[in-house]
């Protein structure tokens, strides 16, 4: 009978074996074939040029700049991201009238195309029309260029990254905040803890696997960011400030048709990001269990 359950299931495995296989095993595994190669994508001849293409990347120092970036927004758009995430929906937990339509609200960024975002968020940062510098000209601040300035375009990039992707990180931490059992604040408030108390001692702890789940998702959508610098700054920016890995393999790959170098830039943002989640389940090990 247990061969027959583990054949079925094998059975039933195969056809998402089959897609995952297509769609990513084997693009991933030829892609860090073509790495090794210097080829524009147009002609039939590859030329084999072994580890040239990784050697290049040591003295470029645009894939520098666009790791750089990367880093930047990572540690800009995670932290705050889930800090403000996690506080909304905390205050979305409790049994408040009305409080469903905010949790709509909030999603809703989530399931709108980047294109329509990109659209709204070009008129928010509009140096002349926008409204954000018409709301900073109400308190008497100059209007800033937000999306021409070196300084201001990456801020500006992650501001819209962070309220495109509240919504998911929100109703993650809710369902992890309402699956709490109800005993463990009963004994909190017998034993005379205070609101503050509880939220430390009992919320956070218990939310722990929902934050390491939330990190995880940020920290490799970080390194995946394309589409809102894309929209935002095209060519990466001002002085190239908003230029980051996967754009600058976008250029070389789609502009400049320097497929194995692209490739190669693939493969060590594959390295990158399976370091990462390495380390981050390393770290985190024993705080993402309820009894610990």
């Not at 998702?217 to 890995?245: A, D, N, R």
Request: proline share 4%; charged share 10%.
């Amino acid at each position: 009978m247990k061969k027959n359950d583990n054949f079925m299931a094998y059975v039933f495995l195969f056809p998402a074996l089959i897609i995952i296989a297509v769609f990513h095993i084997f693009p991933t595994l030829y892609s860090w074939y073509i790495s090794f190669f210097d080829w524009d994508l147009i002609s039939k001849h590859k030329e084999f040029v072994g580890f040239a293409n990784y050697g290049k990347l040591l003295v470029d120092a645009d894939f520098w700049k666009a790791l750089f970036n990367t880093v930047f927004f990572a540690v800009g758009t995670i932290p705050a991201g889930i800090i403000l995430a996690f506080l909304i929906a905390y205050g979305l937990s409790k049994q408040v009238k009305g409080l469903a339509i905010f949790r709509t609200v909030y999603f809703l960024p989530v399931v709108t195309s980047f294109n329509a975002v990109g659209m709204i968020w070009l008129w928010i940062y509009h140096p002349d029309a926008g409204i954000l510098n018409w709301l900073l000209g109400l308190f008497g601040v100059s209007a800033q260029k937000w999306l021409l300035d070196p300084v201001l375009a990456m801020p500006a990039v992650m501001l819209m990254s962070i309220w495109k992707s509240l919504g998911y990180n929100i109703i993650i931490f809710l369902i992890g905040i309402l699956s709490i059992p109800r005993e463990y604040y009963e004994a909190a408030e017998i034993d005379g803890a205070s609101g503050l108390a509880v939220f430390r001692y009992v919320t956070v702890p218990l939310v722990m696997p929902s934050v390491f789940f939330v990190t995880l998702v940020s920290l490799i959508g970080s390194f995946q960011t394309f589409t809102q610098v894309y929209m935002l700054t095209p060519e990466g920016g001002p002085l190239k400030s908003t230029m980051v890995l996967v754009y600058y393999l976008y250029q070389n790959a789609f502009v400049f048709f320097k497929i194995g170098y692209a490739s190669a830039i693939s493969f060590v943002i594959f390295v990158i990001i399976f370091t990462l989640t390495i380390l981050q389940n390393k770290y985190w090990g024993e705080k993402i269990h309820y009894e610990n």
